[in-house]
């Protein structure tokens, strides 16, 4: 049996959902007035370890499933859905979906694209992070917890987990594509405390995928990750207060690239462009950033935390150009965006859940490697700031204002990296920031795959990556003035 | 397949499946949803979804060592399997002296009514629902040209029931109801946009702000930002209007969780019975207010919910607490266990909300000469460890004690132990418009940074 074949089986066999019954279901949700509709089957299984203060003091797991059933007619989505996966509830559902089409206004059918591209095969796992043995995960946990401790006496409190996901997905179409995919995903993630002379503070580190549990343990990875966490506590132990205001920002590579994510990124996707909410709206074509600058989003990347062999309409994912040599070449888009725009279907269709309508969203999103050696950008910069690591971000869309929060960043001065500041917020314009990108590093980084995006209510899992640039002016949110 | 009701019962036996397995103890947590909204956009119906559904979470503990999961299957298969993970899973976890629930003798007995659901607002037809977010749609789009486009307007109902049983005799369920809806317009000027928005939320349906009201409300909020500029850096009084500055009392709260104390990862461990804010700044947390977005009759390990006095003009009076966050504290628990159905335990207020001082919200601006006022903040920039605040704001720029011109792209920044001691005014406009809220607060200084 062919991986593709498997999620059929699987909802076959499990909750007895046959092809034939799927087209009914569809013909009933399509009914006379509607352009598309699809169903959406999803049966996720989550379990999560946890250690705090020396001891593994919880193992949880999660299992849900359920099949949400779409109708498109126009601009308008009718939805609804089930945990109740039977061929009763998902007639009872297909009728509530379709209810939208009767409020249609216009009577010219909108075409709805057709998934184009071959179904990738990016992460073969033979056995998922959830099928491994739990004593394995348990005794991994008191060893990085031992590791971390060892690290330095500062070190008061630890607390690590192990999260993962199995998905089996399963989208059939009006159109008649039926497509599955098995998504596995993982997360580690370690926590500190120190504390010295009454002062504390806390480091974090993470990374995962859609990987096997040999990824943290093969090449004894996950000592970097406590390695990682104790030395972000200890270095914001002897932070001083960070400056407020404008200056010269380097932004070093990997993570920090949830500057694009936010400032760009979101701007881009294909609903707030076709509503014209968007700072970016009816700007393709236009210079959106220094020539230095190519943005891509990419979800075919292997084993990546932001990739997916389909999107969750079933469309193969893509590398979308989103900006080339400065100028902005496209959207993301779903279908039924795609169709509105008259505009090619990318793969970012996608939801949290079954209970969730799909929208356009990001994968992995990174900015191209420029020439410049990291040194010489940070040279360059007589008085700034130098910010490596993140926390979150947020960005207004109509405003186009983005905001990210620095966890590890440093004064530069006189070219020289010196003192390391406390986290402060950076916020800047979507639409101008990237026009004032100077200098674009050799060194390109993916970040660890910890990332989630919060946009509407629905979370998904993705990815961000950046060279060393240099930003010409960024507002910084210290408490120095 | 066979699929059960949720019901008490069920809980019940489920758990003397468990104790045929060896479990000591345990519970069940039992949710059941129903939930609808529409949007509509441009006067158009957007999006329509419907659905009912189902969750199941158990927790078991053998002796000191515990593990939970859930289910939205609730088969009898289902269920079997969910008892054997969750004992199987129970026998990995390490003996952890201060787990289990919480004494018998402490369980909550006679449940209060809380007037928590509208069952009449049940028959309220779906097309009367579209006609509620058209009619808001339309009180912001036509309220002034300069508003040209919208994101859209949303009505939404839940009707949930939650059951919780424990081995050692709690049984208890509420039911109740939300409804809600906003309209987020968006305004135009020379070229450069605008979003905001405004909405009302309510367990009774009855009690929802007009369609006229929600839509003018976001319609002055959004054309009041149009023409924004960046200020220069600077420190200066800063004032957080009725809908920001619930966010600090956010970030009181989850430095008052047990959770956050006895790991080490709050800026307030320690503080109980001392000075941590002005004597402006009185909290209280009230699970007993009747028809309250966060009142219920039990908490989520079914203790009694009550009212207390959380900050008494400034002094630090109770923490946050579980019966487990208690335990690690050497106190007992507060009545905030909140449970969702995947995890174990955690800590959350019920209503909780900055008491009202005397000053309008006019006299609080009138006393800034110059300095801002937030109507929006964005990012998550706080440090919860050491109450370092940096977060995106945006708002109005006030001078001489005037709103003079809208401001955006800037930061305020400081730390919230210093922001708490620089409360000097509170405002004597408090509405309870969710579980968290607050009036007008001024802090007296804070870094603002521009170009």
Redesign the interface.
């Given at each position: 049996m062919t991986q593709e074949n498997l999620p059929v089986a699987f909802f076959s066999d499990n909750?007895g959902i046959r092809a034939g019954d799927l087209d009914k279901v569809l013909d009933a949700a399509l009914g006379k007035k509607a352009d598309y509709a699809d169903l959406y089957f999803e049966y996720r299984r989550?379990e999560g370890v946890s250690l705090?203060?020396g001891?593994?003091?919880?193992?949880?797991?999660?299992?849900?499933?359920?099949v949400g059933v779409r109708v498109l007619a126009d601009?308008?989505?009718?939805?609804?859905?089930?945990?109740?996966i039977?061929i009763e509830n998902l007639e009872i559902a297909a009728r509530?979906?379709r209810?939208?089409a009767q409020?249609r206004?216009s009577q010219v059918p909108v075409p709805v694209g057709q998934p184009h591209g071959e179904i990738h095969d990016l992460y073969p796992v033979k056995t998922p992070v959830n099928d491994v043995a739990?004593?394995k995960k348990?005794e991994l946990l008191y060893e990085i917890d031992k590791f971390a401790r060892s690290l330095d006496p500062r070190v008061?409190?630890v607390?690590v987990s192990l999260g993962s996901e199995a998905k089996v997905i399963l989208v059939a179409t009006s159109q008649g594509l039926v497509v599955g995919d098995i998504q596995p995903l993982t997360r580690l993630n370690v926590t500190c405390?120190v504390?010295e002379e009454g002062k504390?503070?806390?480091g974090s580190f993470g990374g995962g995928g859609r990987v096997e549990f040999g990824f943290f343990v093969d090449n004894r990875d996950y000592e970097r990750y406590a390695r990682e966490a104790v030395r972000q506590a200890i270095l914001n132990l002897s932070a001083i207060d960070?400056p407020?205001?404008?200056m010269d920002v380097v932004l070093g590579a990997g993570w920090p690239g949830i500057l694009l994510h936010e400032a760009i990124g979101h701007g881009l996707e294909g609903d707030f462009n076709r509503?014209?909410?968007s700072?970016f709206t009816d700007r393709i074509g236009q210079k959106v950033a220094s020539e230095l600058c190519t943005v891509v989003d990419d979800g075919t990347m292997p084993s990546r935390r932001g990739s997916i062999n389909v999107d969750d309409e079933g469309t193969p994912t893509h590398r979308t150009v989103l900006i080339e040599n400065g100028t902005l070449k496209g959207y993301l888009q779903d279908k039924l965006n795609a169709g509105l725009m008259k505009m090619p279907l990318t793969g970012n269709g996608r939801r949290e859940s079954y209970?969730h309508?799909p929208m356009p969203r990001m994968t992995n999103t990174f900015m191209l490697a420029g020439e410049s050696e990291p040194e010489d950008i940070i040279r360059s910069v007589k008085k700034g700031l130098y910010a490596v690591s993140f926390?979150?971000?947020?960005?207004?869309?109509?405003?186009g204002?983005?905001?990210?929060?620095a966890s590890e960043a440093y004064l530069i001065e006189d070219g020289k990296v010196t003192k390391p500041v406390?986290?402060?917020?950076l916020?800047?314009?979507g639409p101008d920031v990237l026009t004032r990108v100077s200098m674009v590093g050799c060194d390109l980084k993916l970040d660890e795959g910890v990332g989630t995006c919060g946009k509407d209510g629905q979370s998904v899992p993705v990815g961000v990556g950046l060279p060393t640039i240099r930003i010409d002016g960024l507002?910084?949110?210290?408490?120095?003035? | 397949?066979e699929?059960f009701e949720l019901s008490q019962a069920l809980g019940r036996e489920i758990l003397d499946m468990a104790k045929a397995k060896g479990a000591s103890q345990g519970d069940a947590v039992m949710v059941e949803s129903d939930s609808f909204f529409v949007t509509v956009?441009m006067g158009?119906?957007?999006?329509?979804?419907?659905?009912?559904?189902?969750?199941l979470?158990l927790r078991l503990f053998f002796g000191n060592s515990?593990?939970?999961?859930?289910?939205?299957?609730i088969s009898k298969k289902?269920i079997e399997k969910?008892v054997d993970?969750?004992v199987?899973?129970?026998k990995?976890?390490?003996q952890?002296p201060h787990?289990g629930l919480p004494n018998a003798a402490d369980l909550a007995r006679d449940l209060p009514q809380l007037d928590l659901i509208d069952d009449s607002a049940r028959a309220i037809l779906?097309d009367d629902k579209?006609q509620m977010a058209l009619d808001t749609e339309k009180n912001a789009l036509t309220y002034d040209a300069r508003i040209t486009?919208s994101?859209g307007a949303e009505f939404s109902n839940h009707f949930g029931r939650v059951i919780y049983v424990t081995s050692h005799g709690f049984s208890g369920e509420y039911s109740g109801s939300t409804f809600g809806h906003s309209v987020a317009p968006?305004a135009s000027q020379n070229g450069?946009?605008?979003?905001d928005y405004w909405y009302s939320s309510s367990r009774k349906f009855s009690k929802l702000e007009s369609p006229k009201s929600v839509g003018e409300r976001a319609a002055r909020r959004v054309l009041r930002?149009l023409g924004?500029r960046?200020i220069k850096?600077?420190?200066c009084p800063v004032v957080f209007d009725p809908e920001m500055a619930p966010s600090l009392l956010r970030n009181l709260s989850s430095a008052l969780s047990g959770y956050s104390l006895y790991?080490?990862?709050s800026f307030l461990l320690g503080k109980l019975d001392t000075k941590i804010g002005s004597e402006h700044l009185t909290v209280i947390d009230d699970g007993t207010i009747p028809g309250a977005h966060g009142s219920r009759p039990f908490d989520g390990e079914g203790l009694p919910i009550r009212k207390k006095l959380v900050v008494d003009k400034g002094e630090l009076k109770s923490y946050l607490l579980d019966t487990y966050s208690g335990k690690k504290l050497g106190l007992g628990s507060t009545g905030n266990a909140s449970r969702s159905?995947?995890?174990?335990p955690g800590v959350s207020p019920a209503n909780f909300y900055l008491a009202p001082g005397k000053d309008t919200p006019d006299d609080i601006i009138g006393s800034v000469k110059a300095g801002l006022y937030v109507t929006?903040m964005?990012?998550?920039?706080v440090?919860m460890?050491?109450g370092?605040y940096?977060?995106?704001a945006?708002g109005l720029w006030i001078e001489n004690g005037e709103l003079a011109y809208p401001v955006?792209?800037?930061?305020?920044?400081?730390?919230l132990k210093d922001m708490f001691q620089n409360i000097e005014m509170v405002g004597n406009d408090l509405e309870m418009r969710g579980r968290i809220a607050s009036p007008t607060v001024k802090i007296s200084q804070m870094?603002?940074?521009?170009?």
């Open positions: 909750f989550n705090e203060e001891l593994v003091k919880n193992c949880s797991q999660s299992t849900a499933n359920g601009t308008k989505t009718g939805y609804a859905y089930t945990d109740d039977t509530t979906a209810y939208i409020t206004q739990l004593e348990v008061k409190n607390f405390i504390e504390r503070q806390i960070a407020a205001g404008t509503k014209k909410t700072a209970a309508i926390g979150g971000g947020q960005v207004d869309i109509t405003s204002k983005f905001v990210f929060s406390k986290g402060a917020t916020i800047g314009n507002t910084v949110g210290g408490t120095k003035a | 397949m699929r956009r158009e119906v957007e999006k329509i979804s419907q659905a009912v559904e189902k969750r979470g515990s593990a939970s999961a859930s289910t939205s299957d289902s969910l993970d969750t199987r899973m129970a990995v976890t390490a952890d787990s779906v579209i486009n994101e968006v450069s946009m605008q979003r930002r924004a960046k850096t600077c420190e790991k080490g990862a159905v995947a995890e174990p929006e964005i990012g998550f920039g440090n460890v050491t370092d940096s977060r995106g945006a955006e792209e800037i930061t305020i920044a400081g730390n870094t603002v940074a521009g170009d």
